[in-house]
């Protein structure tokens, strides 16, 4: 039982008794299973007791994982430099939305360099569920943006449901949607679900595969011109398509810039990865007991980035490219922001600095882990992605 996990205290321990409570009540009133979807969106959303929901610290050394942006401020000033020349096409009536705004850091330098660039758009949203995280954003931004740049910045609680021209960016948002997983199983399909055991423990099921998700396993299959063999079991993300079109909404003009880890489909569903991407992160610890201490740790899986390219281009969009991050911020200008930043920073500041650009760019670390894609419509996005292409993959 993974022994190298550090214990939750008391405190949390009740609060993830909670919300496992909760979650039976669901499985026995739906006959004594739930897809394993559902169990990853109350475990991660529902309102108080869900992982983004409740009040933990989420991000840094008292967190469970650290995001690019919160490593310091290159990964959002060079995303920031990309960005500009869009938002300036757009002209003073463009718009900014960020999915998911983690500690309001990306925020904070996103802004910062787009006043330096004079590209600062005419509102900056923040698209974010947890009420804990965007007091904690607010906070922030009020504290370090000065007042005319943070009358800027707003928070919704759904995308923008007027037309509108901007920028949509998201970073490791994709990986955090409660995903489907399935089960191939000697030519028959079936939804992994969550049931209990005789002592009320969650463990695996399954349920009969719907349409939608037997429509897009068999997707999979014809795309990679086999079926899958054997039992296998993986992750489609079947409701991607309606999701971007949600979250785009009413876009007229503009671009989408996503950041995650992730693989194109022939390496997402290669055959000896039979048991998908699906894991959990508690402490700056991967596991796989995804069942464990529900509302206590993330759970995540691996993007496809093929059908991310399917899904944006099916709702309009044109492909703008798709590189590794490493490439992404190497091309737009990261060396140049790092020089700068050394010159203002004393020896220990210089030293972080270095740390920061091996851990984003190094490929035993994020640097081929994460990937870029980008989708534009009226507007020039490709000059963000020269590159490191990497649309031969998809």
């Not at 508690?282 to 206590?296: F, I, Q």
């Not at 534009?376 to 292409?389: H, K, M, Q, T, Y």
């Amino acid at each position: 039982m993974h022994p190298d996990l550090p214990t939750p205290d008391p405190e949390a321990l009740a609060h993830s008794d909670q919300l496992a409570a909760h979650l039976r009540a669901d499985i026995l009133a739906n006959g004594g299973a739930i897809p394993f979807s559902r169990f990853m969106e109350l475990s991660l959303y529902a309102p108080g007791w869900g992982y983004y929901s409740a009040g933990s610290s989420k991000f840094g050394a008292a967190g469970d994982f650290v995001t690019a942006a919160e490593m310091g401020p290159l990964f959002a000033a060079t995303t920031a430099s990309a960005l500009a020349p869009v938002l300036q096409q757009l002209g003073p009536q463009a718009r900014m939305l960020e999915l998911g705004g983690g500690s309001g850091a990306f925020a904070e330098v996103m802004l910062k360099r787009l006043l330096e660039l004079d590209a600062l758009p005419e509102r900056y949203a923040i698209l974010e569920p947890s009420a804990d995280l965007r007091q904690r954003q607010r906070e922030r931004l009020q504290q370090t943006l000065i007042p005319p740049v943070f009358a800027l910045v707003e928070w919704l609680d759904r995308p923008f449901e007027d037309d509108w021209d901007g920028v949509l960016f998201a970073n490791e948002v994709i990986d955090a949607l409660p995903t489907p997983r399935f089960l191939a199983r000697d030519g028959n399909l079936y939804e992994e679900a969550v049931k209990l055991d005789g002592e009320g423990r969650f463990i695996r099921g399954e349920l009969p595969a719907d349409a939608m998700l037997t429509a897009a396993v068999r997707h999979i299959e014809q795309y990679l011109e086999s079926p899958f063999a054997g039992t296998y079991r993986s992750e489609v993300l079947v409701q991607l398509p309606y999701w971007i079109q949600a979250v785009a909404g009413g876009m007229q003009r503009g671009a989408m810039l996503f950041v995650d880890y992730g693989y194109s489909r022939k390496e997402y569903y290669q055959a000896d990865r039979s048991d998908g991407t699906l894991r959990a992160f508690y402490r700056h610890r991967m596991h796989n007991d995804v069942h464990r201490w529900p509302g206590l740790q993330d759970l995540t899986a691996s993007v496809d980035f093929t059908a991310l390219a399917e899904a944006g281009t099916g709702a309009g969009y044109e492909l703008a490219g798709y590189c590794s991050q490493a490439s992404f911020l190497l091309g737009n200008g990261l060396t140049g922001l790092l020089e700068q930043a050394e010159a203002r920073a004393d020896e220990v500041g210089r030293v972080r600095l270095r740390e920061q650009v091996k851990r984003l760019t190094l490929p035993s670390e994020m640097g081929e882990r994460f990937q870029v894609m980008g989708f534009s419509r009226e507007v020039d996005l490709s000059a963000s992605f020269l590159l490191g292409d990497l649309t031969w993959r998809l």
